[in-house]
């Protein structure tokens, strides 16, 4: 079974500061993962996903996540935060022959100026 | 920008009434899903379909059905609405089944029963 697990539903960080932002996840099978980001009153964008190709992935908007199958986590960092990057932030996993995303609550992040 | 667009994108409507929401794609797409997104769940599968006429339950398909007559529309239906379905929908689609394959969504559709 498949589930994904966000530690902490709220983030704040100031501007310039490293953004972190957990994500950890079970799989009885290689995973794929990505990251979509959700501005308010809008969709799911894609910021990032690992393919089982290179295990750090870097995305969009300087944000990259690390594979790391021991830990089983694929935390997404960046290493200053921009007040552009207030949003809600999910986590998703999908097993090679699945069909389904299985998406984690998110963890909402508030930039301070 | 996907190219997918949904109606409507806000509605109210009453307890007991059906409402339909609709998910149009330009995009050719083979697979179209409907998630439906509540605070603490995060986004949960309704149904999906990998096919004209092929769909599938996802994880909360109860008092919910869906048709695909085309592959640009997918249309999801709730037959009887109640409060536990106010919620917002997103429809989302994806080139083919490979588990790497990016899964695009929608703007989506802010539905509330009172």
């Known amino acids: 079974a498949q589930s994904v697990t966000q530690l902490g539903s709220h983030v704040s960080v100031s501007e310039g500061a490293l953004v972190l932002l957990r994500c950890n996840y079970s799989s009885s099978v290689p995973p794929y993962l990505f990251w979509y980001v959700q501005y308010p009153n809008q969709g799911l964008q894609l910021l990032l996903k690992?393919?089982?190709?290179?295990?750090l992935v870097k995305g969009i908007n300087g944000f990259e996540a690390e594979f790391k199958k021991s830990e089983t986590s694929f935390h997404l960092t960046k290493p200053s935060a921009h007040m552009s990057d207030a949003a809600e932030y999910f986590c998703?996993?999908?097993?090679?022959?699945?069909?389904?995303?299985?998406f984690g609550t998110g963890t909402r992040l508030t930039v301070i100026p | 920008d996907a190219g997918i667009t949904q109606s409507p994108r806000h509605k109210v409507t009453e307890t007991g009434t059906p409402v339909t929401l609709r998910c149009h794609q330009t995009e050719n797409h083979r697979y179209m899903y409907w998630y439906r997104q509540d605070p603490g769940h995060g986004l949960r599968l309704i149904h999906y379909s990998y096919g004209v006429k092929d769909t599938d339950k996802g994880e909360v398909s109860d008092g919910y059905s869906v048709s695909r007559s085309k592959t640009e529309d997918f249309l999801l239906t709730l037959e009887s609405a109640t409060s536990s379905q106010t919620s917002v929908y997103f429809c989302?689609?994806?080139?083919?089944?490979?588990?790497?394959?990016?899964?695009?969504f929608g703007e989506g559709s802010w539905l509330t029963v009172v």
């Open positions: 989302a689609i994806s080139e083919s089944e490979g588990a790497g394959n990016t899964i695009y």
């Open positions: 690992y393919t089982s190709a290179a295990t």
């Open positions: 998703a996993v999908r097993e090679t022959g699945a069909n389904n995303l299985f």
